[in-house]
């Protein structure tokens, strides 16, 4: 679900290397990888994912079925699906080469205010998404031209990816996957919102924006606009006109996608996109005087921003509080500010003074909104990598904050890191365990946090002092820990956990007590739950009535009471002992506004609910059943071996007056790059070289092993150049070489270690033959120091 992860220049670094890409992709070749097979597609995993892969297995069939009947195409070939966890995060690739097509899924779940936080399932989702991709781009050049031209191509690309816009392709996949789960971004409720905010805001992106990254959220524009406007095109063609555009992009006439589309549309996409946004401006200012005739509660900006921003979280005495600040060029960095209003200073009183006086007539700025908070500290990315989620311990000096740290094997997991704010010191909990969201105990000693591990998030407790793990409740593929808080005296944890498309809010204890759902069961999902002081109420975000807004939960009785209304997103709620007052984020179409709200301020009666008609500023309900995508019986697994071949011929040559030579290269390969072969050979006439070589890896275990053999000719006496005594450089030289290699990644550190002999024979005209021996060792070592605006790179040999 990256944007256009088959760019070109991708696609050519994966000609010898398919998916391993040489450290584009860690696929960890020396893991225990399985193998289980489908009718359509062959899936490749490591054993400790098999919880998560298998279930997914069982349906990929159904997935096939239903989004090739949808699209109208099906890759000619078998699909070769990769499952990896890189960097544990949610994501996905298709690589739609029409001889060898391929999905890697990356299997952590999304948290619900990703927009593809909501779903049944995630693989299900995830692989709908990324098959649409294939199927959707494998579509055949019916050309006989372009054909021909790119079967001589060692990377074969279809005629859709070539042609179509990013938007057209991201907007599809997106499209794909609400048609047919009813879930994902088309029907969640942060696609509408996104768009409603920005309409608003007459901050649409405009057509020639849509496909690029620029603005606050720019990237993401291509999914969540461009499948809207495909949903509007449909209600204006039908849901074939899509197909109809796919066919004419591919047909035997060429065209260029503006063409292919205004003969199935009527109009150029630039022109028909400019009548969506003018729709689509109309609905959200539909939905805004909806809001605004019942009143809107948007609280009181305490810190304007631009670019994202994490959620606040409130000293124990509510004097300060922690953010996470985004930037749109560099890494992002935790600041801490006082909660109280920064004063007007002295030094500025004295700046208005003398430019009033230098220009009595001038009108002085107006205060449209806050001023600027100091941050009394500051803690900076660690070589590159930014830190997450700040929550204070009791004692308000130490922050809990995670960092996403290399493992050593190409991969990064988020860990748990103390921070004393006030000394500046850091220091490292966990180690390899996928942290996320911790919150600490009341006593300061443990922290409830959710682990995520191979696709599956548990809800465990950690204790600070010496970084232990401890499961208090099991995750599952469709199950999903998110956000734990705990309740004031400790004893009660509150939780979201997504089962059955929908996340809901559960209390449990550190001890594992059985998870008790406390929500109303209105089908509305609700996430960011905390407690107020009191221990009987929660805030958390609530989607009733189809907008996120803070919400009041009365674990008493029961009942719920709105907070806010506004017309984009309020999320993260935390509660300020000080004031009693509500800090939380805000959405629009610059960045995440931090602000705050008093809860005795407002007096919201009731839940606005959205009409579905005006989506897509509003959510939408399917109009039709989505797919169950049924299981089906699979094959026992196997163990991967050498993995399937792939295969690769290279032919060149050279032509020069010292003389000519034919080459050949033939390389095999395998998915996750376990065995690999490179068999080079060169027949030179009149002098030229003359050889060839075979270059093994074998990456089964650690140390890796590779082994080379090669033989070269060189006669530089039969060159067409006479010259005398050449004669007596004529040589040839066999040999071999084994070599054990294990290499560590841990992101600005690296390290190659290597130990290795060599045998040959030097023969020639003027040599004796002689046999040449050599061992070796070797270590290689790089460091990189990174700051926000500095890159330092030191290596040794």
């Not at 032509?655 to 376990?674: Q, S």
Request: charged fraction near 25%.
């Amino acid at each position: 679900m990256q944007k256009r992860t088959f760019a070109l220049l991708f696609l050519l670094l994966l000609v010898v290397h398919p998916l391993r890409a040489q450290g584009v992709l860690p696929t960890r070749p020396f893991a225990d990888w399985r193998t289980v097979e489908t009718d359509h597609f062959v899936v490749h995993y490591p054993h400790e994912m098999a919880e998560w892969t298998l279930p997914l297995v069982t349906r990929l069939e159904s997935v096939h079925t239903a989004v090739s009947n949808l699209v109208g195409n099906v890759p000619a070939r078998r699909v070769t699906v990769v499952v990896v966890d890189p960097y544990n995060v949610a994501n996905g690739m298709a690589l739609p080469f029409l001889d060898a097509p391929a999905m890697i899924l990356w299997p952590t779940p999304p948290a619900p205010r990703a927009g593809i936080g909501h779903h049944a399932g995630w693989a299900e989702l995830l692989a709908v998404h990324e098959f649409g991709h294939l199927a959707h781009l494998t579509f055949p050049a019916r050309n006989p031209r372009q054909r021909l031209l790119w079967n001589l191509l060692p990377v074969k690309l279809g005629p859709v990816t070539r042609r179509a816009p990013r938007w057209a392709i991201e907007g599809y996949a997106t499209y794909i996957e609400g048609r047919l789960t009813a879930s994902g971004r088309p029907y969640g409720a942060f696609r509408p919102a996104i768009l409603r905010q920005w309409a608003l805001e007459g901050r649409l992106p405009t057509y020639g924006q849509l496909s690029g990254t620029q603005g606050f959220l720019g990237g993401s524009m291509a999914y969540l606009v461009g499948s809207a406007f495909l949903e509007w095109l449909v209600e204006e063609r039908g849901e074939e006109s899509l197909n109809h555009l796919w066919r004419r992009l591919s047909a035997r006439r060429a065209r260029s996608f503006s063409e292919a589309f205004a003969g199935v549309y009527g109009g150029r996409p630039e022109d028909l996109y400019a009548r969506f946004t003018v729709d689509l401006t109309s609905r959200a200012l539909e939905v805004r005087q909806l809001l605004s005739e019942e009143g809107l509660a948007e609280g009181e900006i305490v810190q304007a921003r631009e670019w994202a921003t994490g959620d606040p979280a409130l000293s124990p005495d509510g004097s300060r509080v922690a953010v996470v600040l985004g930037a749109r060029d560099r890494p992002s960095r935790v600041v801490i500010w006082r909660t109280q209003e920064e004063p007007d200073t002295e030094e500025a009183a004295r700046a208005r003074e003398r430019a009033r006086q230098r220009d009595p007539l001038d009108v002085p700025d107006i205060q449209w909104r806050p001023r600027p908070r100091q941050a009394i500290a500051t803690l900076h990315p660690v070589d590159g990598r930014p830190h997450e989620a700040p929550r204070f311990l009791p004692d308000g000096r130490w922050v809990l904050v995670t960092r996403s740290e290399p493992v050593g094997d190409g991969t990064s997991r988020p860990d748990l890191f103390l921070w004393d704010w006030e000394a500046g010191d850091l220091s490292r909990v966990t180690r390899g365990e996928g942290i996320r969201e911790a919150d600490p105990s009341p006593a300061g000693r443990t922290a409830v946090a959710v682990r995520c591990l191979n696709g599956i998030c548990d809800l465990v407790r950690v204790a600070l002092e010496n970084g232990s793990v401890n499961v208090i409740h099991h995750g599952l593929p469709n199950r999903v820990f998110y956000r734990p808080r705990y309740s004031p005296n400790g004893r009660q944890i509150v939780v979201a956990v997504q089962e059955a498309g929908r996340w809901r809010l559960a209390l449990t204890d550190d001890n594992g007590s059985d998870l008790v759902y406390v929500d109303p069961d209105d089908g509305a999902s609700r996430y960011d739950a905390s407690f107020l002081p009191d221990g009987r109420t929660l805030v958390c975000v609530s989607e009733s009535g189809g907008i996120p807004n803070l919400e009041l939960l009365d674990l008493t009785g029961g009942g719920t009471r709105p907070v806010t209304r506004v017309t984009g997103a309020a999320v993260a709620p935390d509660f300020n002992r000080r004031d009693g007052s509500l800090y939380f984020l805000r959405l629009h179409s610059r960045g995440v506004d931090v602000n705050r709200i008093h809860t005795d301020s407002v007096l919201l009666e009731e839940v606005v609910a959205l009409d579905p008609r005006l989506a897509p500023a509003a959510p939408a309900v399917a109009a039709f059943a989505p797919d169950t995508l049924p299981r089906l019986t699979i094959a026992r697994p196997r163990f991967y071996g050498t993995g399937p071949s792939q295969y690769r011929v290279l032919p060149g040559g050279t032509f020069a007056t010292a003389g000519n030579a034919l080459h050949a290269t033939f390389a095999r390969t395998d998915p996750v790059g376990r065995l690999t072969w490179l068999a080079q050979g060169s027949l030179g006439q009149d002098g030229a070289w003359t050889g060839g070589s075979l270059n093994l890896a074998w990456r089964r275990f650690r140390p890796a092993l590779h082994a080379d053999l090669f033989w070269a000719r060189q006669q530089p006496s039969e060159q067409r150049l006479v010259v005398e005594g050449l004669e007596e450089f004529d040589a040839e030289y066999l040999g071999g070489t084994a070599i054990g290699e294990v290499a560590r990644d841990f992101g600005v550190t690296q390290h190659r270690y290597r130990l290795g002999a060599s045998l040959g024979r030097l023969q020639g005209t003027a040599l004796d033959s002689e046999v040449r021996r050599l061992a070796f060792a070797e270590y290689r070592g790089m460091t990189r120091q990174i700051s926000e605006n500095r890159y330092f790179s030191q290596s040794l040999d």
